[in-house]
């Protein structure tokens, strides 16, 4: 996120959107469709901004293992979201303090590339625990065969990128079904164009987020 304050990503998705936030706030709205009457969880909810926004719609929780984004996330919400549908805790993904079946939906956006194996895992496990029957989980990460993973520095935080397979086998070991699984086109177009450039001029595969 270029080392910005959390209050400058509030700012950013809220008062002065910025593109490339916005295009990706659309993209993960798209992804996960929250209807009214769902019961929604958000893991490693950061600044609160997906909380405020599908609590406007239905009850979402947003748990994080950062006592300063539980604070903020839950201003986000307080400010920009309905109070009444949402509740942010301090908690971890591989320990979530809920009881099983409790969610329609689990979400788990720009998280898990900041989970070491063992924890992606555990997480994984809790995700299923905590699911309803015909629960979806909905997984948003970057992919480790994005031609800019090999060229850009990489943001700090993220330990442990991840192939689409990568993704997919923990998903079945964890006896989730895939429904569906692709790549989106970089949220900023002048990226769309270099990623079609590159695509020609090296003949190789672009995995997009």
Not at 14 to 27: S, T
Not at 109 to 135: M, N, P, T
């Amino acid at each position: 996120m270029r080392g910005e304050t959390y209050k400058e990503r509030v700012e950013q998705t809220f008062v002065k959107p910025a593109r490339r936030i916005q295009d990706q706030v659309r993209n993960v709205l798209e992804l996960v469709q929250p209807q009214a009457e769902e019961y929604v969880l958000d893991i490693g909810c950061g600044t609160g901004k997906y909380c405020a926004i599908i609590s406007r719609i239905a009850k979402i929780v947003g748990i994080d293992s950062s006592p300063a984004s539980v604070q903020v996330a839950s201003e986000t919400v307080r400010r920009f979201g309905n109070p009444a549908n949402s509740a942010i805790c301090l908690a971890e993904g591989q320990a979530i303090p809920f009881q099983a079946d409790a969610f329609d939906k689990v979400m788990l956006i720009d998280i898990i590339e900041h989970l070491v194996w063992d924890d992606f895992q555990a997480c994984l496990s809790e995700c299923y625990r905590v699911l309803k029957k015909e629960g979806k989980l909905f997984i948003y990460t970057p992919n480790k065969k994005h031609i800019f993973e090999f060229v850009r520095p990489r943001p700090a935080g993220h330990i442990a990128l991840r192939t689409r397979e990568d993704i997919v086998d923990a998903l079945t070991v964890h006896q989730f079904r895939i429904l569906r699984s692709y790549h989106r086109p970089a949220h900023l177009p002048i990226y769309q164009e270099v990623e079609k450039m590159l695509a020609r001029l090296t003949g190789c595969e672009l995995f997009i987020k």
